[in-house]
């Protein structure tokens, strides 16, 4: 069965704060009600704890971080399922399940399968 | 002599093209769902058509052309994925099934394509895309037919069907028929990009080119086939209703110059009578089967069999005309029909009437022909200042040429020594 990878984005608070208990919840009870298709996934701390890495000159080169995510945006990537469904509308039914989808986006991407053999 | 037979070969080969096109289709779906693989099946129904052509024509049609195309696709698909394996040095991912000892009942086969129509408009992919793939793999045009069609380069077009094709296997978009819970959502949309198809050939938003025929004809040999794929779909009867009564003005839309002609001012004996008694037919059977809500393109199929049916445009029953655009309004309130709507209040109850209509219609700004309507209006109002500039907005904005040249046209007469002439419906 394909796999997807369901990249959520929304406003880029400290999802892990008291304020956001409820929403916490709501994913808890997506989390439940989706388990048979979740094979993953993770809710992210804000973009501001975000380091991004870059090695500049080939491999072995210098290694350069910035402090921040890779693109500021107005809505942020805040968490991600990765999904094994039937098909793209067992994905995509699955990811409008997803409470992000309501105030944010939910991009599904199909995931490359590891080598046949 | 000779060219008579020449001719006769002509025919003889475009009916054989049309035979092999409209059975391809229907293998190409069938050797979908036995591989999964769109990509690999198309290439196996080209090699088989490319033979059959070679091989009919030889030694004529076999009985059962359908089923010699199948066992030929078959057979190749087999031989393209074993070539396939054979150079990855691994085993075959596909696996065909074995040739069925029966042939499979008509019912098989038409879901096989109901399923590859679902596929190719599935809501993932743009719009465009839809066009395209519905042409390439439901109508069998080749990448060059549809690239020419679509008026893109070739290699722009072949991107784009790879791309989409490319999506379908790696996202793996579905080839099944909606549940019922989702199918008239689903069908809104195949039924929308197969509008969209025939309007582009109907009335090209761009290009030199206002009428391309053979995108019609396609569009419409494709609603042929929902309707067979989907009897009494009222939007299905709707949307081929509404095609052939359009269509049926074909031969009277565009003067020898390329303009436009007016509908107030065709020649209505070039009309299809064929097609308007077929298309009025589909009304009446679209409005029987959609009696609690009325299916939008069944009314605006209504709305132009009144059109159809007027012996001259001042005969037009303009009430009956006002009555539909309400009923349309209710399933479609788009700034579009309120636009309609308004052209027709200006033809029932005169231009002073119409004009304050057309100008409470909001958000057209951008739209040609609402300053095309409003400048009509203000012509026949004879407030010359306003309809020049309204004429001069309206040129200022996208379309296609000949719409562009009609409306200098109109201005030219505006800005002569007469009245813009004769008013349709005076």
């Known amino acids: ?117 | 002599m000779a060219g008579s037979t020449a001719r006769g070969d002509d025919l003889a080969r475009a009916a054989l093209v049309r035979l092999v096109r409209d059975e391809g289709r229907r293998v190409l779906a069938t050797l979908v769902r036995l591989t999964g693989d769109l990509q690999l099946a198309e290439d196996a129904v080209q090699d088989a058509t490319v033979r059959a052509l070679e091989t009919w024509s030889r030694d004529g049609v076999p009985e059962e052309p359908r089923a010699w195309l199948t066992l030929t696709a078959r057979r190749r698909a087999i031989d393209l994925i074993r070539r396939e394996a054979a150079r990855d040095g691994k085993e075959a991912g596909t696996v065909v099934p074995p040739e069925p000892s029966t042939p499979e009942p008509p019912e098989v086969l038409r879901d096989d394509l109901l399923r590859l129509v679902f596929t190719c408009c599935h809501p993932s992919l743009a719009v465009e895309t839809q066009v395209a793939l519905a042409l390439r793999t439901l109508c069998g045009l080749s990448t060059a037919e549809v690239a020419r069609a679509l008026l893109l380069p070739e290699a722009t077009m072949n991107k784009r069907l790879t791309r989409a094709k490319q999506k379908i296997a790696r996202a793996a978009i579905p080839y099944r028929v909606p549940e019922d819970h989702e199918l008239p959502d689903r069908l809104r949309g195949v039924v929308a990009t197969v509008y969209l198809l025939f309007n582009e050939g109907y009335a090209a938003t761009a290009g030199d080119d206002p009428l391309r025929p053979a995108l019609v004809d396609e569009a419409v040999r494709l609603t042929r086939l929902l309707r067979e794929l989907m009897p009494g779909e009222p939007s299905v009867l709707g949307l081929l209703a509404l095609e052939l009564l359009q269509d049926s003005r074909r031969d009277a839309r565009y003067a020898r110059d390329g303009r436009p002609v007016l509908l107030a001012d065709q020649d209505r004996g070039l009309w299809r009578h064929d097609l308007v008694e077929e298309g009025v037919v589909l009304v009446g059977e679209g409005l029987r089967r959609s009696p609690g809500r009325p299916d939008p393109y069944v009314v605006q199929a209504a709305i132009a069999a009144c059109h159809a049916l007027a012996p001259s445009y001042p005969d037009t029953d303009w009430s009956a005309v006002l009555s539909w655009y309400d009923v349309l309004l209710t399933v479609q309130d788009t700034a579009v029909v309120r636009l309609n709507r308004a052209v027709a209040v200006g033809e029932q109850q005169g231009p002073g009437a119409g004009l304050a209509e057309v100008d409470a219609v909001t958000g057209l700004e951008e739209y040609a022909l609402w300053h095309a309507a409003r400048a009509e209006l203000l012509a026949r109002l004879a407030r010359t200042d306003e309809a020049r500039a309204a004429y001069a907005a309206a040129l200022a904005l996208p379309q296609n040429a000949a719409q562009h040249a009609h409306l200098r046209q109109r201005l030219r007469a505006v800005d002569g020594i007469n009245p813009p002439g004769p008013a349709p419906g005076s």
Not at chain 1, 90 to 103: F, K, N, S, W
Request: glycine fraction near 10%.
């Open chain 1, 1 to 117: 069965m394909p796999s997807y990878i369901a990249l959520i984005y929304n406003a880029d608070v400290d999802w892990s704060a008291a304020e956001h208990s409820e929403t916490m919840a709501e994913y808890g009870e997506f989390g439940r009600a989706a388990a048979a298709v979740i094979r993953g996934g993770a809710a992210l701390y804000p973009t501001s704890t975000a380091t991004t890495v870059r090695v500049h000159g080939g491999k072995g080169g210098d290694v350069v971080t910035t402090d921040g995510p890779y693109a500021e945006t107005k809505e942020a990537l805040t968490g991600f399922y990765l999904f094994e469904c039937a098909d793209l509308d067992e994905a995509v039914a699955t990811a409008a399940r997803i409470p992000g989808a309501r105030d944010g986006a939910i991009e599904v991407r199909p995931v490359i399968p590891p080598m046949q053999r």
